[in-house]
């Protein structure tokens, strides 16, 4: 016997085995995944705006008659209603869908109303589904309006016991309604939320005029309309350019209002005027999808970092309306800085991706633009309008055969009477002497005695003379798009008035206003200005003394660590330290350790090279000029602000070649005109600064010529002052040379012995 005969090999046999290349076998699978992933999980159809877990929420609430004006039931019966029956998914993902829905701060038209806990807009969660109460709201009913009119297709449901619509028919433009958001693979979709009377405005545009330009659309849809309010601070253009091609972004912005402020002006920028000069400013609407506890958290986060100095504190006095109250450190600040300080660093600005990839009628993935979107919509609209015309053509044709069999009845009443008493098989007697339908026959047959009234025959004559009429209508609207096109443009103003912008649900939340330019400032700007004292160790340890200490009193250190540089600065500094490796860091004065201890090795803040010594530390002073010189005696004039450095790594300045190290940082006075170069060698060389160099970045040129050993000392002077350099002992006391011109020679020259009473360390 054949293997035909036989039938399919059993799934586990050996013989149901297929040979094939991995790739292309793992390469058909994802596919089918992904694509089950783009339809059937994370991509909202545009028709109802609706992903299938959604859809299968509200059609099962519809079911279980929950309607607006019915009693409530509880969410774990409606999530056990969808699990079984509709989408076989987790518990927890299909009540998350379902409060979601509820949501009044997630969804602009929440499409479930819920009583219970299902969250706030704090971030906590709902409670679970056995303490929640649900029922669809009016809107849910708007967008499902139409299910029993044959406007849709059903499909069986996953055990085939049931059956589910494919898409909700009704008029409400759920998609730009309530938006979008989803994952899928390879491809997204990220849709806000939109004011329903606008969207209509512009849909009943396009209705009119098909070739319509995209900038009038613009007039009509000013942008997004989100749940929660807020600002929307982007250019028209930009807002534009993001609609007609379908990808964009929106940033939105946080809302100052003070309701209780004293003038229009105060009221528009969230200030509220306290006693004495004093002011703080009130928030009353924060960023979509931002929870407001973690909002308060990052305001409260950058007070304790010290990162907007002039926020003081934050208040959270939030009721059912948002009110978080921030209080400046003086009344002194100004409002707009903290606002822009605010905004950098806190998510009360955020931006919003829109990415309107949907699926079209075909449940193909696609980006559309606002006019595509709304003509692809138009389009399933009349679809659904000539469906729902054909399903009451249908019924109609339906009842008048039933009314014709009904009348001749009527008018041969007697007749039917002794028909049925005499006749054992009465209907077909029936359908051969009146030329009645199997239909008419059964409902004549059916008909109640009470039925049988003259008033009875002349209701069905008027029903009969209605439905010819209505029949006619329906015929015309079938047969002319213009007909279809006005009906649906009444249908959709009929709507409108529903979610016009004087409702209270229709009311635009979302402001559209271009932001003003930016308040330019520096970060430096916010931090407290305070005197300090800056001590550093031979061995790298850094702290920072509050005050401006006497820098020539003690200061205690580590076992066998010792004062290396101690200086006075303000913690608005920038605080500049150099390596004999050449390299030059930065660091912020304001974010040393205090001097209650040792201090922090200030390699945990910079990346210094563990073979590298600090050769110099000092305030960074703007406009400042120093010389730098090695160990080999070559060197350069650099400017101050070129050795700021924006990361830990710092900045390679001097480039050092065999074993020269960077050996001095001197700064250049006021006035300084020439350079005093010292060597190992004890031969001193001056000569004028002009023929130094200045350059950002290199080894320099050579200011000494040593035989052997190399520099020992650099630094700059005014000639017509002389050279002073500080006696022994205390290091208080200091002698001037006033005739260098014995000394003074052409840079690079090898120089000769010092003044008598020069020290012998060779330092100035």
Do not use: C
């Not at 060698?681 to 970045?697: A, D, I």
Request: net charge negative; charged share 30%; aromatic share 6%.
């Amino acid at each position: 016997m054949s293997s035909k005969d036989q039938g399919a090999p059993e799934p586990d046999s050996p013989a149901a085995i297929v040979d094939a290349p991995f790739e292309t076998a793992l390469s058909e699978r994802y596919l089918v995944y992904a694509l089950s992933t783009i339809t059937a999980r994370s991509l909202p159809d545009l028709r109802d705006g609706l992903k299938p877990v959604h859809r299968r929420l509200l059609w099962a609430m519809r079911q279980l008659r929950l309607g607006p004006d019915t009693a409530y039931k509880k969410s774990a019966r409606v999530v056990g209603e969808v699990l079984g029956k509709y989408h076989p998914h987790g518990d927890t993902a299909v009540y998350d869908a379902m409060v979601r829905l509820a949501q009044p701060f997630a969804l602009r038209y929440p499409l479930v109303e819920g009583q219970g806990n299902f969250g706030n807009i704090d971030g906590d969660n709902a409670a679970a589904a056995r303490y929640t109460e649900a029922r669809l709201t009016k809107t849910a009913i708007n967008l499902m309006a139409g299910l029993d009119e044959g406007t849709v297709d059903f499909v069986p449901t996953y055990n085939n016991e049931e059956e589910e619509p494919v898409i909700f028919p009704g008029l409400f433009p759920n998609l730009l309604a309530n938006g979008a958001s989803g994952i899928a693979v390879g491809m997204a979709t990220n849709i806000p939320s939109h004011n329903v009377d606008e969207v209509i405005a512009a849909i009943l545009a396009v209705i009119e005029n098909p070739a319509i330009e995209h900038a009038d659309l613009m007039e009509l849809v000013q942008g997004p309309d989100l749940a929660t309010g807020g600002l929307i601070v982007d250019s028209a253009e930009s807002i534009s350019t993001a609609y007609e091609t379908g990808r964009g972004s929106f940033r939105i912005r946080a809302r100052f209002h003070a309701a209780e402020a004293a003038n229009d002006e105060d009221r528009e920028a969230g200030i509220e005027r306290l006693g004495g000069g004093q002011w703080q400013l009130v928030i009353s609407e924060i960023p979509y999808q931002v929870p407001k506890g973690k909002l308060i958290e990052q305001i409260a986060q950058v007070i304790a970092d010290k990162k907007v100095p002039i926020l003081e504190d934050v208040r959270d006095e939030s009721d059912e309306q948002i009110r978080i109250v921030l209080v400046p450190r003086s009344r002194n600040v100004d409002p707009e800085l903290l606002k822009e300080s605010l905004y950098r660093l806190t998510d009360l600005e955020t931006r919003f991706g829109l990415n309107m990839n949907v699926l079209d009628a075909t449940r193909t993935p696609m980006v559309m633009g606002l006019k595509e979107l709304l003509q692809h919509w138009i389009a399933s609209q009349l679809d659904i309008l000539q469906r729902r015309t054909r399903h009451r053509l249908a019924k109609i044709v339906d009842r008048l055969e039933l009314l014709e069999g009904y009348i001749i009845a009527f008018l041969n009443l007697d007749r039917v009477i002794e028909i049925i008493r005499t006749e054992d098989e009465p209907k077909p007697v029936m359908m051969k002497e009146f030329s009645l339908t199997d239909r008419q026959a059964e409902a004549i047959l059916n008909m109640r005695l009470r039925s049988l009234r003259k008033l009875e025959e002349m209701q069905l004559r008027g029903e009969k003379d209605d439905l010819l009429k209505e029949q006619d209508e329906l015929q015309k609207l079938l047969d002319s798009p213009a007909r279809q096109r006005t009906r649906l443009k009444r249908d959709l103003t009929g709507l409108r008035k529903e979610y016009g912008k004087d409702t209270a649900l229709g009311a635009r939340r979302t402001t559209i206003a271009e932001a003003a330019p930016t308040v330019e400032f520096s970060m430096d700007a916010m931090i407290e200005k305070e005197p300090i004292t800056v001590i550093l160790s031979a061995r790298g340890w850094i702290r920072a003394a509050k005050g401006h200490a006497d820098l020539a009193q003690e200061y205690k250190f580590k076992e066998g660590d010792e004062l290396a540089f101690v200086f006075h600065a303000q913690t608005t500094d920038k605080l500049l330290i150099a390596t004999d490796d050449g390299r030059f860091f930065t660091m912020g004065a304001d974010k040393l350790p205090g001097a209650r201890g040792f201090g922090e090795p200030v390699r945990t803040m910079l990346d210094i090279d563990n073979a590298a010594h600090i050769v110099a530390a000092w305030p960074h002073r703007p406009g400042e000029r120093l010389l730098l010189a090695s160990t080999l005696g070559k060197g350069f004039v650099v400017k101050s602000d070129d050795l700021l450095a924006e990361t830990r790594k710092g900045r390679a300045v001097m480039t050092l070649k065999g074993d020269a190290k960077l050996a001095k940082v001197a700064h250049i006075g006021e006035g300084h005109d020439h350079v005093a170069v010292v060597g190992d060698n004890r031969k001193l060389v001056v000569f004028n600064l002009e023929e130094m160099p200045e350059m950002q970045r290199g080894q320099g040129v050579q200011l000494q010529r040593y035989k052997d050993g190399g520099m020992a000392d650099v630094t700059t002077f005014k000639l017509e002052d002389g050279l002073s350099w500080q006696m022994g002992g205390t290091g208080e006391r200091t002698r001037t040379e006033q005739e260098m011109w014995q000394w003074k020679v052409a840079r690079g020259g090898a120089g000769r012995m010092p003044p008598q009473g020069f020290p012998r360390d060779n330092r100035f």
